[in-house]
């Protein structure tokens, strides 16, 4: 039988800590068991496609807001039965039903991955994972070297690995095919160039900056938008106003992201806040290079000698980096910097050995 690994999140709608948690498991499969346990149910269909394979693998409860002592229970007879390496457990709500029930149910090591800090400024949730902290004993882990600053000024003493985000360069790949038969196929414009974003359509993604940049870029540059979100009609409303209609495309929820990635010319994320995105390394692993805000762990997530960073909310600066890459004639991929960097192999081996002792040393 295969050795165990256990992920604990809040839920599977779509967001970073879900993508980090699904790939994890798609690629680990060949060596792990890898389950997921979502503490809020919901039917992922609706939001993920190829998980039918992982069926037996994805465990929905069904918490309600407020404190549930039952999940207590059923996560630590959970662990008894399939008796994991280690629980691996994705922000607040997870470290403590995951981490606490592990510790019932004497499983050995609980790894806590922290992909942001901005909840860690609210004094009580500061305050509660503290002590849950100490209580579990996590080995704790940050997803970028950002993120474990903002942890050490927020909590001292936690002292965190840092084990970057990795994307699978096996499934994330450069086109094969012509590009123009993916555009042709996807019923987009063959006569133009596309920057892309993928990204819930929420305020802290700010598509509204980037597509008042996109209104300064010549007329055969489109825009391609991936993702749901609460502030499609407000953003196209934006788009008719300044009369961008036939430049700018709402896809929705995409399925195909690789080929989403393909067809681009240039990847970017206009955001106010992040940690260490997925997508734009994505991106990058399909060979596209890519334009980023300097929040968050954004810097560590571009390849520099393809990529630019620009200051959040500047929308000529924008502009000009998109204008730039576009145009950029280089001779380096940035799916290099993926490769050598932020493969997922990489990522999940370092993972693995935070459980060894023998091998921790070489981490810190």
């Known amino acids: 039988m295969k050795p165990v690994i256990v992920h604990v999140v809040q839920h599977l709608k779509p967001g970073g800590i879900e993508s980090f948690a699904l790939e994890f498991q798609r690629a680990a499969q060949p060596y792990f068991d890898v389950h997921i346990i979502s503490l809020e149910k919901q039917n992922i269909r609706n939001y993920w496609n ?38 691996h457990t994705h922000h607040i709500g997870p470290l403590i ?33 503290k002590i849950i ?7 704790y882990v940050a997803d970028a070297n950002f993120v474990a600053k903002e942890v050490c000024r927020l909590m001292p003493l936690s002292n965190p690995f840092v084990i970057p985000n990795g994307v699978d360069t096996n499934k994330y790949v450069p086109a094969t095919k012509n590009k123009r038969k993916l555009i042709k196929k996807a ?15 929420e305020v802290v993604k700010s598509h509204d900056v980037l597509i008042n940049a996109l209104a300064n870029l010549p007329n055969d540059v489109a825009l391609l938008l991936a993702g749901t979100g609460s502030l499609k009609t407000k953003l196209q409303q934006l788009v008719a106003e300044l009369g961008l209609e036939h430049r700018v495309f709402f896809l929705g929820h995409v399925e195909d992201m690789t080929s989403f ?21 994505e991106a990058q692993s399909c060979g596209v290079p890519a ?11 571009v390849c520099n000698k393809t990529g630019i960073i620009v ?30 960097h932020r493969s997922i192999n990489k990522m999940i081996n370092q993972y693995i050995s935070l459980t060894q002792a023998e091998l921790r040393w070489k981490l810190c």
């Open 50 to 87: 190829n998980t039918d394979g992982f069926k037996d693998f994805i465990h929905m409860l069904n918490k309600k807001p407020g404190w549930q002592a039952s999940i207590f229970t059923q996560l630590k007879h959970f662990f008894e039965q399939v008796n994991p390496v280690y629980v």
């Open 291 to 301: 334009v980023l805000t300097d929040v968050g762990g954004c810097r560590e997530a």
């Open 311 to 340: 200051t959040p909310n500047n929308v000529m600066q924008l502009s000009l980096a998109l204008n730039k890459v576009l145009s950029q004639k280089s001779t380096h991929s940035p799916r290099a910097f993926i490769l050598n």
């Open 97 to 129: 039903y995951g981490g606490i029930a592990a510790k019932l149910a004497n499983i050995k090591h609980v790894i806590h991955t922290e992909h942001d800090a901005w909840h860690l400024a609210d004094f009580k949730a500061r305050l509660l994972q």
């Open 133 to 139: 902290v100490k209580l579990v004993k996590p080995i």
């Open 261 to 281: 990635y393909q067809m681009l010319d240039v990847f970017c994320l206009s955001s106010s806040n992040e940690g260490l995105p997925l997508s734009p390394m």
């Open 187 to 201: 019923n987009l414009p063959i006569n133009m160039r596309f920057i892309g974003c993928a990204a819930r359509l």
